[in-house]
């Protein structure tokens, strides 16, 4: 069911959970699901050509080697949660049985249980005590120090079968409010292979790399997406560039 929750930033756990059920539980024909802030710049037809071409041509590399549970099942702090909605039994059969209507995907995948990221790596854990941001209670991986390896959440690629694993763990693994830390820890669980793409999935384009050269046709169009960490400086970029006629110009001409 769809959860209906406080706005409020350390409630991005809720909003993830919810994206991830309604996905799938309403669209079965996806092969890819693309999670991504709305501070990120891409080219849609760019973007997912090469997420598709990586995720086939790529190895996919485990970084999980073990299955050893180290979670606490009861302990974590529960997310702010206003109310959940109610459904009746009709209304959960039709739920179930009809996605919605959606073309069938022309993408041709050969691998699945794969994520495709910019993977962050021994991410500590920061508590409370610490005065540091992003602290979590100490009943959150209460024996850890380090994150499992996880997925930096402005931009998130994962084949269609991982969703429905996905919604199976959320069941019995307890959140914790940061929300990327929080998948990273169930893609532990569920092992799944990772396409580490921090070099075309980046924090802010390389070298000061003017973004139309990155998404409307440039020298460089091999970067699958940024994330705008200098937000200001690149809406000027794009308001002083005419960025939006540029790119339907690069769209006609292709």
């Known amino acids: 069911?769809?959860?209906?929750?406080?706005e409020h930033y350390e409630n991005q756990t809720a909003k993830m959970i919810s994206a991830i059920n309604f996905l799938a539980d309403y669209c079965s024909e996806a092969?890819?699901?693309?999670?991504?802030?709305?501070?990120?710049?891409?080219?849609?037809?760019?973007?997912?050509?090469?997420?598709?071409?990586?995720?086939?041509?790529?190895?996919?590399?485990?970084?999980?080697?073990?299955?050893?549970?180290?979670h606490s099942l009861v302990t974590y702090k529960p997310l702010v949660i206003a109310k959940n909605e109610k459904l009746s039994p009709i209304a959960k059969e039709r739920r179930k049985h009809n996605p919605l209507r959606t073309r069938s995907s022309s993408i041709k995948l050969n691998k699945g249980n794969t994520i495709l990221c910019h993977l962050l790596k021994h991410f500590p854990i920061i508590r409370f005590h610490m005065e540091?941001?992003?602290?979590?209670?100490?009943?959150?991986?209460?024996?850890?120090?380090?994150?499992?390896?996880?997925?930096?959440?402005?931009?998130?690629?994962?084949?269609?079968?991982?969703?429905?694993?996905?919604q199976s763990l959320f069941k019995v693994e307890p959140p914790f409010w940061i929300d990327?830390?929080?998948?990273?820890?169930l893609q532990k669980i569920m092992r799944v292979g990772v396409v580490n793409a921090e070099k075309l999935v980046v924090f802010d384009p390389p070298n000061?790399?003017?973004?139309?050269?990155?998404?409307?046709?440039?020298?460089?169009?091999?970067?699958?997406?940024?994330?705008?960490?200098?937000?200001?400086?690149?809406?000027n970029q794009m308001i002083q560039g005419k960025m939006l006629s540029e790119f339907q110009q690069?769209?006609?001409?292709?």
Request: aromatic letters at 12%; charged letters at 20%; proline letters at 7%.
């Open 1 to 6: 069911s769809i959860s209906f929750f406080i």
């Open 31 to 70: 092969r890819i699901a693309i999670r991504m802030d709305d501070d990120v710049i891409f080219h849609p037809t760019q973007m997912i050509s090469q997420v598709v071409k990586l995720i086939n041509q790529h190895p996919r590399r485990s970084h999980y080697n073990t299955t050893f549970d180290y």
């Open 132 to 166: 540091r941001p992003y602290p979590v209670a100490d009943s959150v991986l209460p024996h850890e120090t380090i994150y499992p390896d996880f997925c930096a959440g402005f931009f998130i690629a994962m084949t269609s079968d991982l969703l429905p694993q996905f």
């Open 180 to 185: 990327d830390s929080y998948l990273g820890v």
């Open 208 to 235: 000061g790399l003017p973004l139309k050269k990155i998404i409307n046709g440039g020298e460089d169009r091999s970067l699958i997406a940024v994330h705008l960490m200098q937000g200001e400086k690149y809406v």
């Open 250 to 254: 690069t769209e006609a001409a292709g």
